[in-house]
């Protein structure tokens, strides 16, 4: 089973994407916080991550992660919306940013194509 990691601090946005994926099939996990979501970051296929947390933030995690050698795909989730926004995160790493709100099945179709392009 695929296994999917949210680091997301907005309990709504976290329980309605775990949902999503849980009912694809995934196996979820989730952190409301920047330290605890890249401590679990290691152990998973696909992360999910927003860029304004208490912490760490996505860009040093994603940076950080980048930097140990990690490869899983991360998607930027963020109310963030400036091209310059979504370039700092691509150039640090992300393999794909998704701005809010967005749409569950666009999201889910992009976690499909990510992980079975790294598996």
Avoid at 9 to 30: C, H, K, M, Q, W
Avoid at 100 to 114: H, N, Q, S, T, Y
């Amino acid at each position: 089973m695929k296994k999917i990691l949210i680091i997301e601090d907005d309990p709504a946005i976290r329980v309605g994407l775990n949902e999503a994926f849980t009912n694809e099939g995934y196996s979820v996990t989730e952190s409301d916080t920047g330290n605890l979501g890249f401590e679990l970051a290691h152990k998973n296929n696909l992360i999910i991550l927003d860029l304004i947390l208490p912490g760490k933030d996505g860009i040093e995690i994603c940076k950080d992660l980048r930097s140990d050698g990690v490869k899983t795909p991360v998607i930027m989730v963020t109310s963030r919306k400036e091209e310059i926004d979504k370039i700092l995160g691509l150039e640090i790493g992300a393999d794909d940013y998704v701005t809010k709100p967005f749409g569950i099945r666009e999201l889910l179709a992009r976690v499909k194509a990510l992980i079975r392009r790294s598996t």
